[in-house]
């Protein structure tokens, strides 16, 4: 496990015994618990938009970004990371309905 894991597991359980958070807050965070994130190329975020039958327009309101973040991510110009990364990982998953 990491040092900053450590250390929020560690800050947790002093919560935990002084009563400010619940056992069911605690939770020691491993690896294993975080799913892994697929990483998308431009190709396969155009691909997935496309099997969803969305435009850039409309794909861009459900992921809450611009269409230029759309245009950009399936040109290869910009990378998907953090929450869009998250949401798209969902949308393969799940598909759109799954956003909603």
């Known amino acids: 496990m990491?040092?900053?894991?450590d250390t929020i597991n560690d800050l947790a359980q002093?919560?935990?015994?002084?009563e400010i958070?619940?056992?069911?807050?605690?939770?020691n965070l491993t690896d294993q618990d975080l799913p892994v994130l697929?990483?998308?190329?431009?190709?396969?975020?155009?691909?997935?938009?496309?099997?969803?039958?969305?435009s850039q327009s409309v794909f861009a309101k459900y992921l809450n970004v611009s269409p230029a973040m759309i245009r950009g991510l399936e040109q290869?110009?910009?990378?998907?990371?953090?929450a869009i990364l998250k949401l798209l990982n969902i949308v393969e998953r799940h598909g759109i309905s799954g956003l909603l």
Request: proline residues 0%.
């Open 76 to 82: 290869g110009k910009r990378h998907a990371h953090g």
């Open 38 to 54: 697929h990483e998308f190329t431009g190709e396969e975020i155009q691909q997935l938009r496309k099997k969803q039958k969305l």
């Open 14 to 18: 002093g919560l935990y015994k002084a």
């Open 21 to 27: 958070i619940d056992k069911k807050t605690l939770r």
């Open 2 to 5: 990491s040092n900053i894991q």
